[in-house]
């Protein structure tokens, strides 16, 4: 028997699948060893996380742009299948194209970690999943840890699906213990895809990847009819048409292929230059034999968190350009604006999905582009209503209106907490410390608890993972998802400094947690500015009124005490180290601040939460 | 008990070449400027909390001698004739340390009998002294021995600051030092002094002040403590033992010392120096007008015609590099125009004849700086930048507006 070839894939052979799991549950090491077992990677050309491309990704463990790969296995029926292994991205900000990915797929493996139990990011995927109608293969993962608890672990899992025990796969990615056996049940319990062969194509864009040599990537799950490699195709969203340079499959390298038919998994390469024009969640279809409706649940991607982001170097600013221009090819979802600010001078602000979005590209900004930057604290999105009734979208706090405000909307989130459940007072504390309801709450198992909140955006967009992860000691996961926005008590906080306010300092905040980030403000401050010639007063002020002071005194000493004959080439090399501290100084009116002071002052929302409890 | 051993960091720059040679540029100054020697003892019976220079208690020291010392210096002078050939006239000789007065006067009457026909005839020569270290014998033999300025390291008259600083003299024994260092002969007597240390008080302070200024001295230094990184007062600082020195008293201690030393007859002559009847540490203004000097002994540093260097700081290998015939140098700095330009600004801004507002190239920001009082509007008048008592506190950042 010879194996199918892509192109011309029956249904009934093709499993299609995607691996839901939490960082560091094993995910990666998991799409390894199936790829070393189904024979498409030989062991020795084995890199540890073939899949995981970017460095950024290799280093945090975790996986940020989703790949697919065809595999061929063997099923227990002797029968030759072609498993599509569609890798998800495994973060909160990228629930959208974890939706996709899931959306390609007829079923799924939930992998948890045997040691640790389920996660909330987990678990969120899992009722993406479940509301999809897929096939749920648990499976525990690690069974080779010491501290592996398997047997718990399998009932709490049986809990939430509503399984059996005993139907939870044990594996050891590491080891490939159980692995041939998940791939067998891959195929035993995932159904075949179900579409619709001969019709008009259909094919849903689930990730979309810009490499400098081909351009864009784009990767499809072919829901109906058929795709041929000199096709010209349509993008159903934007009505645009490119021609097909390539079709092909990835395994695990990409090898071009005739085409691809119903139910089959793989690549179109066009020649576009930039991911805007392969949008994921898209419908393809041909120009020749166009489809009439596209595939359910698209959406265009939706900033939710700002920030400005500024060269150190004010001469760095056309460098930054080109480096978002350069970014923005592979990531549809990052948007950007000139801006400028009297403290920081000429900049972007951006607009992320979420905070990992903003931390990565910003690591990018300065790892691949080399690139100094200050980033301003980030912040969400307002809808304000003026008196006039007029409106105004809000994203950068230095541009709120001063009064004259009716109604301010901002941006909600349903968020999920998992956490053993001796923290559950402590996590209520925190939520309700940042405008928190609880929605409900369940227990997974005897010791894990599920908390549902809703939170404003705004009150999680800085540091609440942090002061969840201490306050639970590290055992707590987070994830929400965005629901709707909601009008609140909120007013802008400005501060001043000699009398002249700083852009970059203004936040907008609930009328109750003004004044303590006024105060938490100005005494942050006072400690990072140094003492200029003058009395520096700082004020933390709602319009004209000044809700906290702090001062500066006048510096009164600045002279090193000895100059003899040893000291001078010392002395002469601080001088000239400070001569070139002062020159990278951002002065605000008279007062000069060194940018250390900016990225200590602007690296946590407000310094009411205590950040002593951090390692 | 832990021995640790010390692991001298040195100043980085280029590296010095090993026969000493220095370009015909710098060795045509030799004859125009101002020429002084700086001898380094590095020995002291014990190290003081607050000291970060190039000394060495007597388990320390890894084979070299005490006595070894003299030896050595003479090997380095005989290296200096090679490098400039004969001796420029020598103006001043400052020995300092470590302690000094750990050596035997004929030590330095040693190294002066190869070097005297270079000496002028008002030579200045100066020995740092501790008050513990010295007796009527040894003060006078070193008078003898042609020494004819003595400074001593009195820091404090308080017992508890003294304590907090490591000293080991009884604030008694500075006065008595003082009498008998006038008793032989000496004329030109100084004290240094240290302000701002932990613990001690503006009272403290103007005792430490009134005692030293009732002797028979025309001379004082007064330095704000400093926290030098590698010092005992550094990790005392660091683990919260002892208080950081605050500027603010610092600047008060200060004002305090300026208001007694015109009190007693004394006027400033740069930021840390004051004298009485014209007294000058003539040795010091060469360093501060950017005359040339040799500096020979582990560690000390040496500047002739805009290059600086500067030797190995640890007296053993210091000395096997001279018995080898080779230069002790670590390093050393060939100053660009542009350096040369900054020392000059940095050095002379210090002192009271200023800085000639034609040497800067951008004099724009004095008017400012006259107008927020750290600069003398009348000197300015006539040409000249000059601090005030309220500028010689903000000296470096005066430096820094002017250098921007």
Redesign the interface.
């Known amino acids: 028997m010879t194996p199918p070839i892509v192109g011309s894939t029956e249904q009934a052979v093709l499993r299609n699948f995607s691996i839901i799991a939490h960082i560091d549950h094993g995910k990666s090491t998991l799409a390894d060893r199936m790829l070393q077992l189904t024979g498409v990677v030989e062991a020795r050309a084995m890199r540890a996380q073939y899949l995981d491309r970017m460095d950024i990704e290799r280093e945090r463990g975790i996986t940020i742009k989703s790949q697919a790969v065809r595999l061929p296995w063997v099923g227990r029926d002797g029968r030759d299948y072609v498993l599509n292994m569609i890798d998800t991205p495994g973060h909160v900000d990228f629930t959208y194209e974890v939706s996709r990915s899931l959306a390609a797929c007829e079923g799924a493996v939930l992998l948890v970690d045997a040691a640790q139990g389920i996660e909330a990011q987990t678990l969120a995927n899992l009722y993406l999943a479940l509301a999809n109608d897929m096939a749920i293969i648990p499976v525990l993962n690690k069974i080779d840890l010491p501290s592996a608890q398997p047997d718990k672990y399998a009932a709490e899992l049986a809990h939430i699906i509503g399984c059996d025990p005993s139907d939870v796969l044990r594996v050891s990615a590491k080891t490939g213990e159980g692995v041939p056996d998940l791939l067998h049940a891959i195929v035993d319990l995932i159904p075949a895809p179900a579409g619709k062969p001969e019709t008009e194509v259909r094919a849903l864009i689930f990730d979309s990847v810009y490499d400098i040599y081909r351009g864009v990537v784009t990767y499809v799950r072919v829901v109906d009819g058929a795709i041929h490699a000199r096709d010209r195709i349509l993008m159903m969203s934007t009505g645009e048409t490119h021609e097909l340079l390539e079709v092909g499959v990835i395994s695990p390298e990409p090898m071009p292929a005739a085409g691809l038919v119903a139910g089959e998994v793989g690549y179109l390469i066009t020649g576009v230059k930039d991911v805007r024009q392969s949008k994921v969640g898209d419908t393809v279809t041909t120009v020749n034999k166009a489809a009439t409706t596209a595939l359910g649940g698209y959406q265009e991607p939706k900033p939710m968190v700002f920030s400005g982001l500024y060269p150190m170097d004010g001469s760095d600013y056309p460098d930054l350009r080109d480096a978002l221009d350069r970014l923005k090819l592979n990531d549809a979802a990052l948007v950007y604006e000139p801006e400028s600010s009297v403290a920081l001078g000429f900049g972007f602000r951006c607009g992320f999905l979420g905070l990992l979005h903003l931390e990565i590209v910003r690591e990018r900004l300065s790892r691949e582009f080399n690139l100094d930057l200050i980033s301003t604290a980030p912040n969400v999105i307002y809808r304000v209503i003026l008196d006039d009734e007029k409106e105004m979208i809000v994203t950068n706090p230095s541009e709120y209106p001063n009064g004259k405000v009716r109604e301010v909307f901002e941006p909600m989130v349903k968020a999920t907490v998992i956490s053993p459940s001796e923290f559950i007072g402590s996590i209520m504390e925190l939520c309700q410390s940042r405008r928190g309801s609880l929605l409900g709450m369940d227990y997974l198992s005897e010791e894990r608890v599920e908390m549902r909140y809703e939170l404003p955006l705004g009150e999680i967009a800085f540091d609440f993972f942090d002061a969840l992860k201490s306050r639970t000691k590290g055992y707590a996961s987070l994830d929400y998802e965005f629901t709707e926005e909601k009008s609140a008590d909120l007013i802008k906080v400005d501060i001043l400094l000699h009398g002249d306010p700083v852009d970059a300092f203004s936040a907008i905040l609930h009328k109750d947690k003004a004044y303590n980030y006024g105060v938490a403000m100005a005494g942050k401050l006072k400690e990072l500015i140094p003492r200029q010639?003058f009395e520096v007063p700082i004020q933390a002020a709602i319009g004209s009124r000044i809700i906290a002071r702090e001062s500066i005194?006048a510096?009164?000493?600045?002279?090193?005490?000895?100059?003899?004959?040893?000291d001078?080439?010392?002395?002469?090399k601080l001088?000239?180290k400070?001569?070139e501290g002062?020159k990278r100084m951002k002065v605000v009116g008279r007062v000069e601040i060194p940018q250390e002071a900016f990225i200590a002052a602007l690296s946590t929302n407000n310094g009411t939460e205590g950040k002593g409890t951090k390692g | 008990m832990v021995f640790t051993q010390r692991v001298p960091k040195e100043l980085a720059g280029e590296v010095a070449p090993l026969n000493g040679a220095l370009s015909e540029s710098a060795l045509a100054s030799l004859p125009v400027a101002d020429f002084g020697l700086y001898l380094h003892v590095p020995f002291c019976n014990v190290r003081c909390g607050y000291c970060d220079f190039n000394t060495y208690t007597s388990t320390e020291l890894r084979g070299f001698r005490r006595e070894d010392w003299a030896n050595s210096i003479g090997l380095e002078l005989d290296l200096a004739k090679r490098v400039i050939g004969d001796l420029p006239d020598i103006q001043t000789i400052f020995i300092g340390g470590g302690t000094p007065t750990l050596l035997p006067p004929g030590d330095f009457e040693k190294v002066f009998d190869n070097i005297e026909s270079a000496f002028t005839s008002d030579i200045e020569i100066t020995i740092e002294a501790n008050p513990d270290t010295v007796t009527k014998e040894s003060l006078s033999g070193y008078y003898k021995a042609g020494i004819n300025r003595i400074s001593f390291g009195m820091q404090s008259a308080v017992p508890s600051v003294l304590k907090v600083l490591d000293r080991t003299h009884d604030p008694k024994a500075v006065s008595q030092a003082v009498e008998l260092a006038a008793e032989v002969g000496f004329k030109n007597i100084s004290l240094d002094l240290i302000y701002g240390t932990p613990t001690e008080t503006d009272n403290d302070w103007t005792e430490s002040l009134l005692q030293a200024l009732s002797l028979p001295i025309n001379h004082f230094s007064a330095y704000s403590l400093i926290v030098e990184p590698g010092t005992k007062l550094h990790q005392q600082v660091k683990s919260g033992q002892v208080a950081p020195p605050d500027d603010d008293i610092s600047a008060n201690r200060y004002l305090i010392a300026e208001s007694q030393a015109l009190a007693h007859g004394f006027n400033w002559y740069e930021v840390s120096n004051w004298g009485k009847g014209g007294a000058r540490c003539r040795h010091n203004e060469i360093y501060w007008q950017s005359g040339n000097w040799w500096g020979a002994g582990p560690g000390a540093h040496s500047h002739v015609g805009g290059i600086r260097w500067w030797n190995k700081k640890h007296p053993a290998v210091w000395a096997q590099d001279l018995a080898s015939g080779d230069s002790p140098a670590a390093g050393r700095e060939v100053l660009t125009p542009d350096q040369l330009m900054f020392e000059a600004v940095m050095l002379s801004l210090r002192t009271i004849g200023g800085l000639a507002v034609s040497r800067l190239e951008n004099p724009n920001p004095l008017l400012g700086l006259a107008k927020d009082g750290l600069i003398d509007p009348k000197k300015l008048d006539q040409g000249h930048v000059v601090l005030t008592l309220e500028g010689r506190l903000l000296a470096d950042l005066v430096l820094r507006t002017l250098m921007k």
């Open positions: 010639q005194r510096i009164r000493k600045d002279v090193l005490a000895k100059c003899y004959g040893g001078i080439s010392r002395k002469r001088l000239e400070q001569k002062k």
